[in-house]
């Protein structure tokens, strides 16, 4: 499990600084000093798109940018006087020639992950369900680069969503084992739109984070957990505290209902709200305002 935490802090952050510093010095030739330009820059657009900005802190990722604003302005200044191209052995083009295959593929997974910020199919809209704080799109989107449920029908446009601190982040420390220590725990949930109660389900405890999935028998993966009929769509709340469940099947609601408690029950690695919306067990994009949400969007109540 650590090995994964320690992964997306270099992944997020060791690299991206790494390839920074890199291009801010002095090389042989301009071509070498352009080939860092290419690797930072296609790396800084993948890893601000893709990246766990809740994890590592949310503001980091416009630090990096200014970082490497600054890099590229040393990176002009320590190469003013180098010649343009590199001497003519076969070793002195193997960095640039690798950097141009990296940056090519950064910049590909990039792109592909901005795609993941749009859907062609019919959304349905609703009234976000949380309120007081500023949260963030931890999986979101139509790609599942940025959204790892995509891959799974039901739930290919599924959101989990996490409340950032004040300073931009998920929780006090890196992954803490108390419930408490998350933002969003115990916030309250309200009714994503004016409907009908179809499922609602309570009793199973909370669990500690883990990022190991193991499902104690007889729990739902979505824990406790409330559907609500929202025009032709059925829409999953789920991980709810336990005993927090406020409605019962057939329960008119309306926006301003509340429904429970943001939890940490069922198939979840930390307290979270996950929502989707299915027609017919087909997943359906959601919108909140008319705005379609991927990994790293905010929304601020
Ligand atoms: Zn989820």
Avoid at 68 to 86: E, F, G, I, K, T
Avoid at 119 to 139: K, N
Avoid at 250 to 264: A, E, F, S
Wanted: charged share 15%; proline share 5%.
């Amino acid at each position: 499990m650590w090995f994964d935490v320690a992964l997306l802090f270099v992944s997020t952050l060791i690299f991206p600084v790494y390839f920074m510093i890199e291009l801010g010095r002095k090389r042989t030739s301009k071509l070498a000093c352009f080939a860092w330009f290419l690797i930072s820059g296609s790396y800084l657009l993948y890893i601000f798109n893709v990246g766990r900005w809740d994890w590592v802190g949310y503001y980091f990722r416009y630090a990096l940018i200014a970082f490497w604003l600054y890099s590229v302005v040393h990176a002009v200044r320590n190469n003013r006087d180098v010649p343009l191209w590199p001497p003519r052995s076969f070793v002195s083009w193997i960095g640039p020639a690798l950097s141009a295959v990296f940056a090519a593929l950064f910049v590909i997974l990039g792109a592909y992950a901005l795609t993941g910020h749009q859907t062609s199919e019919q959304a349905v809209d609703l009234r976000f369900p949380l309120r007081g704080g500023t949260y963030h799109v931890a999986h979101g989107g139509s790609r599942t680069i940025v959204n790892y449920h995509h891959d799974y029908l039901p739930q290919q446009y599924a959101l989990d969503i996490v409340k950032l601190n004040a300073g931009g982040w998920r929780t006090k420390g890196i992954y803490p084992s108390e419930l408490q220590a998350y933002a969003i725990y115990g916030d309250t949930l309200y009714s994503p739109c004016n409907g009908k109660v179809l499922e609602a389900v309570d009793g199973f405890e909370d669990v500690a984070p883990t990022l190991s999935e193991k499902l104690p028998e007889g729990v739902p993966p979505a824990g406790n957990h409330v559907a609500i009929g929202c025009l032709d769509a059925k829409v999953y709340v789920a991980h709810m505290q336990k005993g927090s469940v406020k409605v019962k099947v057939g329960d008119t609601v309306d926006v301003n209902t509340p429904i429970g408690l943001v939890g940490n029950s069922g198939n979840t690695s930390e307290p979270h709200l996950h929502i989707h919306a299915e027609r017919n067990g087909v997943g359906v994009p959601i919108t909140f305002n008319g705005e379609f949400l991927a990994r790293n969007g905010l929304i601020r109540h």
